[in-house]
C-alpha cells in the first residue's frame, strides 16, 4: 500500500479514540473461559469498546489519577462524540459518566475543563443526566484532583465561570447552563444551588461593555439564555438578581447604538438573538415589582423603545412585552406616553406583523391609558384610525376623543373628531376594552352609547354648539345621534332654552328640527348607515 500523503491537505487523521485492532474468532464470545481478552490494551491508549463495555472503558480511564491530561481530553472528546443520541446518552449516564466529568471540571489542565464542561452540557440533554449532577463527583472513590471538594455539580461550574480565567472555559461552562435550564427540572436545580448568583455576579462584572470576542459573546448569550429559563420556570428564579445592579447593566448593554452593536463578533443572527434574550430578560423580571423598579432607575424605558423599530421581528415582540410590564408602574406609564406613544402607533398600523405582537400592544395601550395624559394623547395621534379606537377602547373612546372637540383645537381636528364621536353614537355598542379604565359607573351605559357620551364626555354638548359655525353637517350628525337617549334629549333642550348655546338663529332651528324626528325610525336608519360603512371600509 503506497504511503500517506503527510504534506498538506492530503493527510488523513484519526478520528478521536480510534484504534485498530486484529482479532480472531477464537475470543471471548466463542471461547468464554479465557481470561485475558484485555492483555493487549494498554492503560493510556484510549479506545472504544463494543457493546455494553463502550462507555465503561472510557469512564475508567476518567477516572484513573495517572492518565495524562492529553488522553483524559481524548476519551471526553470520545464520549461527546459518541452522545449524538439519545440512547448512547443513556448509555453514558449509566456508566457515571456523569460524576467523571464533574470531578474533572477542577482539573489543573485547563484543556480538560473545557472538554469536562462539554460532557456536562450533553449530559445535561437527559432527565437522567440531571438528577445526578446534584450528586456530582460524591460518591468517587478515587478523586482526580483535589482542587475542591467532591459534591454538586452546579457550584463547580459556578466556580469555574467566576475564577477561571480562560474565554473556551467560560463558554463551554455557560453552554452547560443553558443546556441544564432548557428544561423545568433543571431552572429550579440552577436556582436550588445557588448559581444564579454566580451569573449575576459575572454578568455584573462584564456588562455593560460589549463582549470584545466570540467566545465571550457567545458565553454572553448563553447566561442570558439560562437567565430568562429560570426567571419564567423556576421558583424564586428572580431572588438573586435583585439588589445587585444586574437590571441597570442590562439596560446598559441595550443602550449602546447599533453601530456599536454591529461589531458584535457573532454571526448578525446570534447578535439580534443576544439582544432579544437581553429583552427577554427585562420583561422577565419586569413581572416583580422590584425588576420594574430598578428598570426605571436606569431609564429602561426610554432605552426599550428603541427596539420598536427593529428590523427583526421576535426583537420588536420581546421589547413590546418588556414595556407591558414596565407599565405596570406609573413612572412606566409615564415613560410609555413620553418615548414610546408614537412607535405604538406604528406597530398597529402594521398589518405585517404578528398577531400576538398586536395583542401585547393593544394591551399595553389599555394599561398606560390608565393615565389620562395617555388616553388623549393616544386618541389624537390616532384619530383617524376608528378601528383601532374601537379595539382598544371601544364605546368609552367617546370621553378619549370628545376633548378634541374643543374650540382651541384648530378645525381639522374638530371635524375630523365630530366624525369618530358620530362613529361611535351609531349603534350597536362597541364593547372593547372589558376592564373599563377609567372605571364607569353604571356599566350599562356602555350598552347606551348616547347615554354614555353625556354623562361621561365633558361638554359634548357646547363644542358641539361651537363646531355648527364652522361644520354644522359634522355637528348636526352628532346632535341627531345624541337625541336618540332621552336624556341627552332633555339635556340638549335644556342648553339651548339656558341661552348658554352661542350659534345663530338658523343652526338652533336646525338643532330644533331634529326633536321632531320619530326615535325609532332614526334609529333603525342610524343602523343601517352603520352596516353600509361596514361593508365599505377597508379591513384594519
Not at 471540571?105 to 449532577?133: F, K
Not at 391609558?369 to 388616553?375: C, M, Q, T, V
Not at 372593547?432 to 348616547?450: Q, S
Not at 363646531?467 to 355637528?475: C, G, I, N, S, T
Request: glycine letters at 4%; hydrophobic letters at 40%; a negative charge.
Amino acid at each position: 500500500m503506497a504511503a500517506a500523503d503527510t504534506t498538506g491537505a492530503g493527510t488523513v487523521l484519526p478520528l478521536q479514540a480510534y484504534q485498530r485492532h486484529i482479532t480472531s474468532d477464537f475470543l471471548a464470545d466463542r471461547y468464554p473461559y479465557l481470561e485475558d481478552i484485555r492483555g493487549h490494551l494498554k492503560e493510556d491508549d484510549v479506545s472504544m469498546a463494543f457493546g455494553d463495555r463502550l462507555f465503561p472503558r472510557l469512564v475508567e480511564q476518567l477516572k484513573s489519577p495517572t492518565i495524562a491530561p492529553e488522553k483524559l481530553i481524548e476519551a471526553l472528546r470520545t464520549v461527546v462524540d459518541l452522545c449524538a443520541n439519545q440512547e448512547n446518552k443513556s448509555q453514558a449516564i449509566a456508566s457515571d459518566v456523569v460524576a467523571a466529568a464533574t470531578d474533572l471540571l477542577m482539573h489543573d489542565h485547563v484543556p480538560v475543563r473545557r472538554e469536562a464542561a462539554r460532557v456536562i452540557t450533553s449530559m445535561a440533554l437527559m432527565i437522567g443526566g440531571r438528577s445526578l449532577m446534584p450528586v456530582g463527583s460524591a460518591n468517587l472513590t478515587q478523586r482526580f484532583t483535589s482542587a475542591m471538594a467532591s459534591g454538586a455539580t452546579m457550584p463547580r461550574l459556578a466556580k469555574l465561570l467566576l475564577s477561571c480565567n480562560d474565554q473556551l472555559v467560560k463558554m463551554h461552562v455557560a453552554e452547560a447552563l443553558r443546556s441544564v435550564t432548557q428544561f423545568r427540572d433543571g431552572c429550579q436545580q440552577v436556582v436550588d444551588h445557588e448559581t444564579v448568583k454566580a451569573v449575576a455576579q459575572y454578568l455584573c462584572a462584564t456588562l455593560p461593555n460589549l463582549p470584545p470576542t466570540v467566545e465571550l459573546a457567545q458565553c454572553l448569550l448563553h447566561l442570558l439564555y439560562t437567565l430568562g429559563a429560570v426567571t419564567m420556570y423556576a421558583k424564586d428564579g428572580m431572588r438573586d438578581l435583585f439588589g445587585v445592579g444586574l437590571i441597570a447593566k442590562i439596560v446598559g448593554f441595550l443602550g449602546h447604538l447599533p453601530k456599536d452593536h454591529a461589531q458584535n463578533p457573532l454571526s448578525p443572527e446570534a447578535a439580534t438573538d443576544t439582544l432579544r434574550q437581553a429583552l427577554r430578560v427585562l420583561w422577565h423580571t419586569g413581572n416583580d415589582p422590584r425588576g420594574r423598579l430598578e428598570a426605571h432607575g436606569a431609564d429602561g424605558v426610554r432605552v426599550v423603545t428603541n427596539y420598536l423599530k427593529h428590523t427583526d421581528p421576535k426583537v420588536r415582540e420581546a421589547a413590546v412585552c418588556a414595556l407591558n410590564v414596565a407599565s405596570l408602574e406609573t413612572q412606566g406609564k409615564k415613560d410609555v406616553l413620553r418615548y414610546s406613544i408614537g412607535g405604538l402607533g406604528e406597530l398597529l398600523h402594521n398589518d405585517k406583523e404578528t398577531p400576538y405582537l398586536h395583542e401585547t400592544s393593544i394591551q399595553l395601550c389599555r394599561c398606560a391609558s390608565e393615565l389620562p395624559a395617555f388616553r388623549f394623547s393616544f386618541a389624537r395621534l390616532n384619530l383617524r384610525s376608528i378601528w383601532l379606537l374601537e379595539k382598544i377602547y371601544g364605546t368609552p373612546s367617546l370621553a378619549a376623543v370628545s376633548p378634541l372637540l374643543n374650540p382651541r383645537e384648530n378645525l381639522e381636528t374638530r371635524i375630523e373628531a365630530a366624525k369618530v364621536v358620530r362613529h361611535f353614537l351609531r349603534p350597536p355598542s362597541i364593547e372593547g376594552d372589558k376592564i373599563r379604565v377609567p372605571p364607569i359607573c353604571p356599566l350599562r351605559h356602555i350598552e347606551n352609547p348616547p347615554l354614555f357620551a353625556i354623562e361621561e364626555c365633558a361638554d359634548i354638548l357646547s363644542n358641539l354648539a361651537a363646531l355648527m359655525q364652522d361644520a354644522p353637517e359634522e355637528a348636526l350628525d352628532c346632535f341627531e345621534a345624541l337625541v336618540e337617549a332621552d336624556k341627552p334629549r332633555e339635556e340638549l333642550q335644556a342648553f339651548l332654552e339656558s341661552g348658554r348655546a352661542q350659534i345663530s338663529e338658523a343652526n338652533r332651528e336646525r338643532v330644533e328640527a331634529i326633536w321632531q324626528k320619530d326615535p325609532e325610525a332614526s334609529e333603525q336608519s342610524d343602523l343601517q348607515d352603520f352596516r353600509d360603512w361596514q361593508s365599505t371600509s377597508p379591513a384594519p
